[in-house]
């Protein structure tokens, strides 16, 4: 993907993610790198203000019992590998139950859904699948799943990563019926008036009903925020968190559009504006280079007169290039404690423009909690606390470049019924070819 390091974007058509030069990926991951001991998962915790301790979490106001990152537990992880060497490419998640069993989906590179069964124990590899179904006429560059087990379909959201700078390309919300043999039906897809895809790729959550009915939103949420190519063009995205309330597009025909005064938006990073991080990054990408596609990373520090430099004044990093929740949100509303909680994937130490596409000196993620009442006081909301997740990778993705899900936790689903998060990354188990799922216990 070629951009200029001015912000705006060449017109050289991009790396789809079914176009990723194979060997410069495999060549830049290395093996049995970094793997973090179960206890030191998280890091730090300490008050925000203009003189927050970079080594600790960053905390604001919150109201009433909301999640903290104490109440999650790495307990394990499993390997997936599901689509042979092809993993490498895999993204996103949901579950359901299938007579009793637990059951998750994720979607191969050339959007075939696979549905898979965990191994018997903490450390072994599936390789294996259960079903699996075609839904590529749904999905793009980057797409969001969500199962919706009352309903019995499969919630999706897409859209392109570069297309056309002068292109207006509208929200793409679709729901599907999942048959036996592999049988897909029922397809409908909506968009939403005056928000793009870009804007709305990440997935789908259930809004909880009292906040549908002290708020008077839809009983779902779109979402959630992150870089594409053609930053500041005609399809902006949202570098940052967005969730916006819909109503169920069961009530509207297939290609309907639904008017703004039927949806909310509850967050929102819009041009101008960028969400924040508890990392700092060495940000280039915002004119901190001078060096127009250059062949080798930086040296000296960014430009002083640079955008979006880290800190911001209160000592919060600003999310960068390449910086996306994917799929990595769930709204957990549990018995004691609630939280729209969110996963970001981010460019770690320095990150710059080189050869025509982004690249990070590594790869970093973050847990972000929203307490839910905080959501309705704007589309700036920042969230209620900010921490970096430590996770067991088994390899090391140090030289990964460009702005795909590969290397990146990618997808994240709550089990209520275990209280369980479960988030996925792909191909950071084992080795190159294998994704890792890590599972967590959630005290909610």
Known sequence: MKKSVNGSDASQQPKSPAGIDRRKFLAGLALGAGVA?????????????????????LCYSTAGPTLTPQDFNLVGFYDVRTDG???????????????????????????VLHEFVPPGAFGQVTTTTTATWNISAVCNDFTGIWWEEAKQR??????????????????????????????????????????????VYGGVVPVPAWFQGQYGVGPY???????????????????GPELICIPDIANY????????????????????????????????????DPRPNPSSPPTVPPLTSANWLSPAADGVGWMVWGDSYYNNAVWINGPNKQGFVAIAALGKGKVWYQESTLHFDDRQYELHIWDA????????TRPTSMTELIVPRGINPLTWDGDVTSANISGVTFDSTTSRLYAVGFPLGSDVYTGRLYVYSVNS
Do not use: E
Request: aromatic share 8%; charged share 15%.
């Open 154 to 199: 499969l919630w999706v959201t897409s859209s392109v990563d570069y297309g056309d700078g002068s292109v207006f390309y509208p929200t793409r919300i679709s729901t599907v019926t999942l048959g036996a043999g592999g049988a897909v039906s029922n397809i409908k897809t909506v968009s939403l008036q005056g928000i793009n895809s870009k804007r």
């Open 373 to 380: 009442a905080s959501l309705t006081r704007g589309p700036a």
């Open 221 to 239: 949420a779109v979402g959630f925020g992150g870089y594409t190519s053609l930053l500041l063009q005609t399809s902006p995205p949202s570098l």
């Open 37 to 57: 001991p179960m206890a030191s998962l998280f890091r730090g915790q300490v008050t925000a203000g203009p003189a927050a301790n970079a080594a600790a979490d």
């Open 85 to 111: 060497n092809d993993s490498s490419y895999c993204r996103c998640l949901s579950h359901r139950y299938v007579n009793g069993q637990l059951r998750f989906l994720t979607l191969t590179n050339s959007g």
């Open 253 to 288: 025909s297939d290609g309907a559009q639904i008017p703004s005064s039927a949806f909310r938006v509850l967050l929102d990073a819009a041009p101008g504006t960028r969400g924040v991080r508890r990392t700092l990054p060495i940000n280039y990408f915002d004119g901190g």
